[in-house]
Structure formats: structure tokens, C-alpha cells
């Protein structure tokens, strides 16, 4: 069974900086990836996803992610961290052949200091 | 506006006392999905539907019913809640069955069993 590893359930940047967040699956067959955002008292939303193609996936909101195939790994950046960044992110996978099941990370919750 | 739409936004109710969560999307679309977000545990599948009248199980089915009699609903429901279903439940849709397609959530609905 595919699994998803999201690296700290809490990081703190300040205003300007960059924020990464690290996101590794496990999958026996190349996956689909999602990076989805989460503000409080509301749903997810979609950032970026990977489905085929480019490796290198931009995103609303200056969000950027690289899926690295030899390393698993489907990091979120952004290059200046703004306030309004300030939620919870969620990193999910979903099988190639599959029928839609996505399978989330534990959640990585960002927190923006002036 | 295209969305997902869930009622109630946050209930609290006693042990065993049935309750349905209802979702309602207007894009056509044809898969939905029902998740509950735990702390630590990020979202984890309940049921989710392909169709009209096809219903499976997820991730953590136990406890919970859904039917998709239209297109465009898809209740869960739970005939006798117990303490451990507190929790935070989004629905979600994606315009068809497939790995790649990115889902739509709903804004969630509060849980509370006492």
C-alpha cells in the first residue's frame, strides 16, 4: 500500500523567506501528486498537481513543486513567504491506475512571522 | 458558482442518535468522496461513488452509509454515532473517475458526539 510522509507537522518562517515543505510517497507504480492547501474553517484547495510531463510544476499563489522520481519526493516551495500563506498543507498521492483514491500526508501546518 | 455544498456546517449530537450529513455539488460531476480529517492522521477516506447507484468502501468505512441516488448528492449517514466519529468531514468531487483528476472539496462539517 502507497504511503505519503509529510516532514514536520509544524513549520515557522518569516515574511519574505522561502517556504519548503517535503513531501515523500512511497508507490510501486509512478504516481499522480497533489499539494493541496487548507485555510482555517474552510476546505482544500487544489495548489499544483503532477500528473505527466514536466517535472517541474507551478502553481497558484507562487507555489512551485518538483516531483523527483529517484527520490520519491514531490517538495512544495515558495520562494518569499507572504501572511496570507499562513495553513495547513496537505501532500496526496494517488496511484496511476487507480480510480481516483488519493492518499494524504499528516498535514505540514505553516506559520508566517512578520 | 461551481461548488460543493455540505449541511450541516457543525453539529453536535449524542451517542446514537442517527444523523445525515448531506453534499450537493453543481459541476456534473462524477466521482464523490467522503473523508474525515483527524489530528496527525490528515484526511482519510470513508466511501466514495463512481456513479450513480455505485458506492464503495474506503479507508475507514466502519460506522457510516452513503447513497448516490442522484447525481449530484451524495449523504453519509450514520445510524448510531459513537464518541470516536468526532471529527472533521469534507466531501469531495472530481469531474470524473481517474488518478489525475483533481478533487473539489467541500468547506467541511464539525462533528462533535457526546
Known amino acids: 500500500a502507497q504511503s505519503v510522509t509529510q516532514l514536520g507537522s509544524h513549520v515557522s518562517v518569516s515574511e519574505g523567506a522561502l517556504v519548503l515543505l517535503r513531501c515523500n510517497y512511497s508507490?510501486?507504480?509512478?504516481?499522480?501528486l497533489f499539494w493541496y492547501v487548507q485555510y482555517p474553517n474552510q476546505g482544500l484547495q487544489l495548489l499544483l498537481k503532477?500528473?505527466?510531463?514536466?517535472?517541474l510544476v507551478k502553481g497558484i499563489n507562487g507555489f512551485e513543486a518538483e516531483f523527483k522520481k529517484s527520490e520519491t519526493s514531490f517538495h512544495l516551495t515558495k520562494p518569499s513567504a507572504h501572511m496570507s500563506d499562513a495553513a495547513e498543507y496537505f501532500c496526496?498521492?494517488?496511484?496511476?491506475?487507480?480510480?481516483?483514491?488519493?492518499?494524504f500526508g499528516a498535514g505540514t501546518q505553516v506559520v508566517v512571522t512578520p | 458558482e461551481a461548488q460543493v455544498t455540505q449541511n450541516p456546517r457543525y453539529l453536535i449530537t449524542v451517542t446514537g442518535k442517527k444523523l445525515t450529513v448531506t453534499c450537493s455539488q453543481n459541476?456534473?460531476?462524477?466521482?464523490m468522496s467522503w473523508y474525515r480529517q483527524d489530528p496527525g492522521l490528515g484526511l482519510r477516506q470513508i466511501y466514495y461513488?463512481?456513479?450513480?447507484?455505485?458506492?464503495d468502501k474506503g479507508d475507514v468505512p466502519e460506522g457510516y452509509k452513503v447513497s448516490r441516488k442522484e447525481k449530484r448528492n451524495f449523504p453519509l449517514i450514520l445510524e448510531s454515532p459513537s464518541p470516536n466519529q468526532t471529527s472533521l468531514y469534507f466531501c469531495?468531487?472530481?469531474?470524473?473517475?481517474?488518478?489525475?483528476?483533481?478533487?473539489?472539496f467541500g468547506d467541511g462539517t464539525r462533528l462533535s458526539i457526546l
Open positions: 461513488s463512481m456513479n450513480v447507484e455505485v458506492t
Open positions: 508507490s510501486s507504480v509512478p504516481p499522480y
Open positions: 503532477y500528473t505527466t510531463g514536466a517535472t
Open positions: 469531495a468531487s472530481s469531474l470524473a473517475v481517474g488518478g489525475n483528476q483533481p478533487q473539489h
Open positions: 459541476m456534473n460531476h462524477e466521482y
Open positions: 496526496a498521492v494517488s496511484e496511476s491506475d487507480s480510480w481516483g483514491k488519493l492518499q
